[in-house]
């Protein structure tokens, strides 16, 4: 079965607020993370990966927060907009180097 | 080219036909996998390849699916006397060497089995 997965499968989130995209994950020798955005139509693409060596990791409006002891991971966007509707998944990689996607949360933004 | 590239976009084959999708990786990348997305469902690992490396297959839901990966570069999916359930989009996706990093994704074939 998968080893990732996401708590809530769809998230509605007003523009401009920040949205926070939760998934948990079961294998504890996954040692990197990532987070991607797939839009209708498109293939997943990169929004930010994490390594098990840190808990915390920021780019441009998103930051990714990894707890180990709970084997968590989050997606915060920050001042939500409509280009940020989409699916999002997170995907974990042991060193076996596939990785393994969750079913996903669509994210959708109300205006 | 800049990003992976695959082909054809949408394939619609009768029941039972035999379907050939290619996938373009990205220059220099010596990893190669392929993925298969359901309808609102997540990515389904089927192959891995890695340099002149034996592909992993573990992923292959039947002996109707195979893949080669030729000169270390471009990807063939075939599919086999394909069945109404074989319907989703198939993604591939390559990284600079595997494990530990990002993996780019092309925009998918969209196979439908009537």
């Known amino acids: 079965g998968e080893s990732v997965g996401l708590h809530l499968p769809t998230l509605s989130v007003q523009e401009g607020d920040n949205s926070i995209i939760n998934c948990a994950y079961s294998?504890?020798?996954?040692?990197?993370f990532i987070w991607y955005k797939q839009e209708s139509g498109k293939g997943p693409q990169f929004i930010i990966d994490?390594?098990?060596?840190?808990d915390k990791r920021q780019g441009q409006r998103v930051t990714v927060l990894l707890n180990k002891t709970v084997k968590h991971l989050s997606l915060q966007i920050a001042a939500t907009q409509p280009g940020d509707s989409a699916v999002y998944f997170c995907?974990?990689?042991?060193?076996?180097?596939?990785?393994?996607f969750g079913a996903g949360t669509t994210v959708t933004v109300r205006a | 080219g800049a990003g992976v590239s695959q082909s054809p976009s949408n394939k619609v084959t009768e029941k039972g036909k035999d379907v050939e999708l290619r996938c373009d990786p990205i220059s220099g990348h010596t990893a190669l996998y392929w993925y298969r997305q359901s309808l609102g469902q997540g990515l389904e690992f089927l192959i891995y390849?890695?340099?002149?490396?034996?592909?992993?297959k573990s992923g292959l839901p039947s002996d109707r699916f195979s893949a080669e990966r030729t000169g270390g570069s471009v990807s063939t999916l075939t599919i086999q006397r394909t069945q109404q359930e074989d319907s989703a989009v198939y993604l591939c996706?390559?990284?600079?060497?595997?494990?530990?990093?990002?993996?780019?994704f092309g925009q998918g074939t969209r196979l439908t089995v009537v």
């Open positions: 294998n504890s020798a996954s040692d990197y």
């Open positions: 995907a974990e990689n042991a060193n076996d180097y596939k990785l393994s």
């Open positions: 996706a390559s990284s600079t060497t595997g494990a530990g990093t990002e993996a780019f």
């Open positions: 994490i390594r098990s060596n840190m």
């Open positions: 390849f890695q340099g002149n490396s034996a592909p992993d």
